[in-house]
T-cell receptor, first 112, second 113 residues
Framework: EAQVTQNPRYLITVTGKKLTVTCSQN?????MSWYRQDPGLGLRQIYY???????DKGDVPEGYKVSRKEKRNFPLILESPSPNQTSLYFC???????????FGQGTRLTVV | KQEVTQIPAALSVPEGENLVLNCSFT??????LQWFRQDPGKGLTSLLL?????REQTSGRLNASLDKSSGRSTLYIAASQPGDSATYLC????????????FGKGTTLSVSS
């Protein structure tokens, strides 16, 4: 089954404790991205990757890092999480930048 | 800067009714427009993708139209069912390399039986 898989689905952590949210897709897609969804603000892009070793900032990249060492994986790294990063996070992939996007199930992160 | 607006924010209808969800965008230089469905705890599901060169797309009871000149897209749901209850999001993508999907804030639909 074609899918985008995120882990963990739920995470509660403390301020400053480094964490990684994993994202993996099995569709051989080149384009992957991360979004966060906040009440009243909707979904906003954090980072994107157009292919292996090619990443760039989206609209709200501050406080986040990403890497793309393999085509299928695109982890989101929070080096020092803060409470304002409490949000619902989505990973997405598409075969190219402007084709149909497929989203993961989401990761609900709470930073206390 | 591209802005996407969805009206209404919430909609309640009885089962069987046909309905239209609206999406407007400010920059007509879009590459495509995509409609998604979001269910609580289940992420986003792609419903329809309309390329800028297309006027509409259909999938089952769903029909999405695109009018770039007026900056509008509509999602038509025929014969609504309680299982259609969800939040519907539209997202526009500009015709530039690396640009994000710009999402509206969604319309939350409730279909009562």
């Amino acid at each position: 089954e074609a899918q985008v898989t995120q882990n963990p689905r739920y995470l509660i952590t403390v301020t400053g404790k480094k964490l990684t949210v994993t994202c993996s897709q099995n569709m051989n897609h080149e384009y992957m991205s991360w979004y966060r969804q906040d009440p009243g603000l909707g979904l906003r892009q954090i980072y994107y990757s157009m292919n292996v070793e090619v990443t760039d900032k989206g609209d709200v990249p501050e406080g986040y890092k990403v890497s793309r060492k393999e085509k299928r994986n695109f982890p989101l790294i929070l080096e020092s999480p803060s409470p304002n990063q409490t949000s619902l996070y989505f990973c997405a992939s598409s075969s190219q930048m402007n084709t149909e996007a497929f989203f993961g199930q989401g990761t609900r992160l709470t930073v206390v | 800067k591209q802005e996407v607006t969805q009206i209404p924010a919430a909609l309640s209808v009885p089962e069987g009714e046909n309905l239209v969800l609206n999406c407007s965008f400010t920059d007509s230089a879009i590459y495509n427009l995509q409609w998604f469905r979001q269910d609580p705890g289940k992420g986003l599901t792609s419903l329809l993708l309309i390329q800028s060169s297309q006027r509409e797309q259909t999938s089952g009871r769903l029909n999405a139209s695109l009018d770039k000149s007026s900056g509008r897209s509509t999602l038509y749901i025929a014969a609504s069912q309680p299982g259609d209850s969800a939040t519907y999001l539209c997202a526009a993508q500009l015709n530039q390399a690396g640009t994000a999907l710009i999402f509206g804030k969604g319309t939350t639909l409730s279909v009562s039986s």
